[in-house]
């Protein structure tokens, strides 16, 4: 399935780890810590709209909210799912990613900040085998804008390039950028 591209692309939230609840705990941490109510519901719509960049999703949830308040929402939440990062499942075994990376490159293009993506990627033990990180701090557009994937195939040299994800903005971005996609649960299935 994946032997025939040159280089793999993972996303990372939702596709290596499954970190969605963690996000927006950590959000409801940060709103709480700064005096602002996070309800159950919004926890919800939150999670629902996983895959867009956290000052979208705040946008979003809550207009009212400027931009330095979203910022210093935004390090809180980070440093909350930093710190609490072991707790959510890994949906990609690390071995797999090892395996891959012995006739394949990988890279990283994510909507997630790079303190989380490192995080992610140095409890995995992979970090070494990832050519590029694309983060939310690389990019002016956001997933479904394939900004991002474009900038990871023109530092891999490679669009012979499939990106691996977990939501539709995922998708949408592969198309865009003219390139293969496979949901994260069709890949799961080759392990499993």
Not at 139 to 158: D, F, I, R, S, T
């Amino acid at each position: 399935m994946l032997e025939k591209y040159k280089a793999i692309l993972w996303d990372v939230d939702g596709t290596l780890i499954d970190t969605k609840l963690l996000h927006a705990e950590g959000t409801k941490y940060a709103m709480k810590k700064l005096g602002f109510e996070f309800t159950e519901e919004d926890i919800k719509r939150y999670i629902s709209l996983e895959g867009l960049r956290f000052f979208e999703i705040m946008k979003i949830l809550r207009p009212e909210l400027d931009m330095d308040t979203l910022r210093t929402l935004r390090a809180i939440k980070n440093e909350y799912v930093t710190r609490h990062i072991d707790k959510a499942p890994l949906k990609v075994p690390p071995s797999f990613i090892k395996e891959l990376g012995k006739t394949q490159r990988q890279g990283i293009v994510s909507s997630s900040t790079r303190n989380v993506v490192n995080a992610v990627l140095e409890r995995m033990g992979v970090k070494n085998l990832m050519e590029v990180i694309i983060t939310a701090e690389d990019v002016e557009h956001g997933k479904p804008n394939p900004e991002g994937l474009l900038k990871a195939m023109e530092k891999l040299g490679e669009r012979d390039v499939v990106y691996i994800g977990d939501t539709e903005y995922d998708r949408e971005a592969s198309k865009r950028a003219g390139i293969d996609f496979i949901h994260i649960d069709e890949l799961v299935k080759l392990w499993r």
